[in-house]
T-cell receptor
Framework: DQQVKQNSPSLSVQEGRISILNCDYT??????FLWYKKYPAEGPTFLIS?????DKNEDGRFTVFLNKSAKHLSLHIVPSQPGDSAVYFC???????????FGAGTTVTVRA | DAGVTQSPTHLIKTRGQQVTLRCSPK?????VSWYQQALGQGPQFIFQ???????QRGNFPDRFSGHQFPNYSSELNVNALLLGDSALYLC?????????????FGQGTRLTVV
């Protein structure tokens, strides 16, 4: 069963504009949420995370928002840069548990 | 810091054969997890090793087995290969002792079963 869903397989955005990636989850035991970025022929790279006790976490151009009641999180990238073109995975895990459940990924293309 | 390293990077096997994939965790990490990523999908958790024991296992058959060595490195073994085992196999390491950290991934091993 797919406990983490990324319903948009792709996103195209102009350089300098905002990229918004969405993720929904079904497991109420999930306590920690992460975003990973993946370039071709490389493994996923950790980007940003958020604990369930927060609703927002910011790191430079990247901000993650969590809405626990809606079981929804989003990643905002502002401003988008060409180097941001990659596949972005949303992942989640319960507290004190390393087993990550991943979404299918969203391919972001930043146009010059 | 070498990060997480996996070998080999690519592998072609025939149906019914057995394969062993290897992983060296990031320096200072003590936990290794293995994931299978099929084309167009997100990584799926196979199992996790800590203190040389399997701590958790995902929904994978017994054909998938593993091992962790005293130096924290790990192997993933797959027996009786099926065409459907063709995928990118990712190793991730993290530090369990003293608290959880984010998982760091290797570049993966691309396995093709023909």
């Amino acid at each position: 069963d797919q406990q983490v869903k990324q319903n948009s397989p792709s996103l195209s955005v102009q350089e300098g504009r905002i990229s918004i990636l969405n993720c929904d989850y079904t497991n109420s035991m999930f306590d920690y949420f992460l975003w990973y970025k993946k370039y071709p022929a490389e493994g996923p790279t950790f980007l940003i995370s958020i604990s369930s006790i927060k609703d927002k976490n910011e790191d430079g151009r990247f901000t993650v928002f969590l809405n626990k009641s809606a079981k929804h999180l989003s990643l905002h990238i502002v401003p988008s840069q060409p180097g941001d073109s990659a596949v972005y995975f949303c992942a989640a895990r319960p507290a004190n548990d390393y087993k990550l459940s991943f979404g299918a990924g969203t391919t972001v293309t930043v146009r010059a | 810091d070498a990060g997480v390293t996996q070998s080999p990077t690519h592998l072609i096997k025939t149906r019914g054969q057995q394969v062993t994939l290897r992983c060296s965790p990031k320096s200072g990490h003590d936990t290794v997890s293995w994931y299978q990523q099929a084309l167009g999908q997100g990584p799926q958790f196979i199992f996790q090793y800590y203190e040389e024991e399997e701590r958790q296992r995902g929904n994978f058959p017994d054909r998938f087995s593993g091992h962790q060595f005293p130096n924290y490195s790990s192997e993933l073994n797959v027996n009786a290969l099926l065409l459907g085992d063709s995928a990118l196999y990712l190793c991730a390491s993290s530090l369990l002792t003293g608290g959880l950290t984010e998982a760091f991934f290797g570049q993966g091993t691309r396995l093709t079963v023909v």
